[in-house]
């Protein structure tokens, strides 16, 4: 599908099609192109899932966390499931992330930004192509928006159905979230109304119980001073992000805007590019340098000073405020040596972007019985060292990054109640990536809320 033509990237002419010049990683192949190509006119008719002035609204915003002034929690699964669309899950999602937001305002004294990874976190990026088991080799599972995760020949063959089947639950769950919020959702800011049982069991729970305490207190201000609970005064915006990986998707939702006179892909408000295919010359990149969303690259081990460098100067060449977010993930062990050097790169090129901590995807690691987890402390570790590093650097943190469910989960061990690589077996549900559950993430915000008042 692409030939490789080695253009000099901010040379040529950017259409949605562009990077079909360029090599694209990542990307399944069909077998029926006819079928492929009715699915992808049918998804470029459909209406889009979000509109344009929210996501000139989330630049906005996140030019302000660029400014230290807002700051940004992202969060939601790693790979999004279609049996995850019901209600009950999207309203758990809704509600721990909103929950965290609230302790990290009290804390850090911003306005948080919130945005999920959810409404259209379907396509997986995979370390290998295929995979084998038992001497049978099948192509990778790539999330539900490319093909099934059971290992059998039919289910593991890419199906361009599922585009437009992930579309739809795409639009379902922003429908709902939509709803949910319109309606307040009253009873999830007040501490009243979390589950808190895990405070028992926390080595910190008196601070924990001074933060809630706090907060409670405020918002029972707040009613007092308005006249009404917070829920009915203010309203709990939330944007949807995910990893653009699919490229012929990500294509099909990109639409002009007369009005504005730019392409907006209008499948979601920050798509973000992954490690995986995050290389300047590659098909990712010169697609997202030509669409208006803001946009966010994934910085890792293999990053290196000059390439980030180069992307900057590609994918904000205006240097527009809000437009570029880089999520850094090291993990908790190498971020000391591997972060001064981007900070460092980042102001060299005289640019300003939003800088955003992600202390999960450095942080996996396996168990002796062979399961992929994540511990507590290193998340934590991993966000400590980020705050102290960008501070010692001159540099802002504007945001953090997480894994997580409103569910209670057994994926990442460690938290108040100690789970241990022997819980994991009991509720551990994750198709891809372990997953902070209800509990870990909310402490998890207070860890970051009681460390980092602002001065
Ligand atoms: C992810 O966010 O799930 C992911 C695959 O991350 P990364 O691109 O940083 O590896
Ligand atoms: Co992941």
């Not at 279609?82 to 309203?91: E, L, N, Q, V, Y």
Request: charged letters at 25%; hydrophobic letters at 40%; aromatic letters at 8%.
């Amino acid at each position: 599908m692409t030939a490789h033509m080695n253009v000099a990237m901010d040379s040529g002419v950017w259409t949605p099609d562009s990077w079909q010049r360029f090599p694209a990683l990542q990307q399944p192949s069909y077998r029926d192109p006819q079928q492929l190509a009715r699915v992808l006119g049918e998804l470029a008719r459909l209406p889009p899932i979000v509109v344009s002035w929210e996501v000139d609204q989330l630049r906005d915003e996140l030019a302000a966390a660029q400014r230290g002034e807002r700051f940004l929690l992202q969060g939601g699964d790693c790979a999004e499931g279609f049996t995850d669309c019901d209600s009950d899950t999207i309203a758990r999602k809704l509600k721990i992330l909103l929950q965290m937001s609230v302790v990290l305002l009290h804390g850090l004294k911003k306005p948080v930004i919130r945005v999920g990874r959810f409404a259209g976190q379907f396509a997986k990026p995979r370390s290998a192509d295929m995979e084998t088991r038992d001497g049978t080799t099948l192509p990778s599972y790539r999330g539900d928006l490319v093909n099934r995760a059971a290992f059998t020949a039919t289910d593991r063959e890419p199906d361009p159905e599922l585009l437009l089947r992930g579309y739809e639950r795409a639009a379902l769950t922003l429908n709902f979230v939509r709803a949910l919020v319109d309606g307040g959702f009253a009873d999830m800011h007040h501490p009243e109304y979390w589950d808190l049982g895990f405070l028992q069991h926390a080595r910190l729970r008196d601070g924990y119980r001074k933060i809630i305490d706090s907060i409670s207190d405020s918002l029972d201000f707040y009613a007092a001073i308005s006249g009404s609970p917070v829920h009915e005064a203010t309203q709990a915006r939330f944007y949807a992000s995910h990893e653009g990986l699919h490229l012929l998707y990500e294509q099909a939702q990109t639409r002009y805007l007369k009005r504005r006179q730019r392409w907006y892909n209008l499948s979601t408000h920050l798509p973000w590019i992954g490690l995986r295919t995050s290389q300047p010359d590659g098909a990712h990149v010169e697609y997202f340098r030509g669409i208006a969303n803001p946009v966010a690259v994934k910085v890792g081990e293999g990053t290196d000073p000059e390439t980030l460098r180069g992307l900057i100067r590609v994918l904000n060449p205006d240097d527009e405020p809000g437009r570029l977010t880089l999520i850094h993930r090291f993990g908790a062990k190498r971020i000391d040596a591997a972060l001064p050097a981007m900070i460092r790169a980042v102001r060299d090129s005289g640019r300003k972007v939003l800088w955003v901590c992600d202390p999960m995807h450095g942080n996996t690691e396996t168990t002796a019985l062979g399961i992929k987890t994540r511990r507590f402390e290193s998340i934590l570790a991993e966000v400590e060292s980020a705050f102290r590093i960008h501070e010692e650097s001159g540099s802002i943190l504007g945001g953090v990054h997480f894994e997580l469910t409103g569910d209670d989960v057994t994926e990442c061990t460690g938290g108040a109640r100690g789970l241990t690589d022997a819980d994991l077996a009991r509720a551990y549900h994750t198709a891809v990536d372990p997953r902070l559950n209800y509990e870990q993430a909310l402490e998890l915000a207070m860890q970051i809320a009681r460390q980092r008042p602002r001065r």
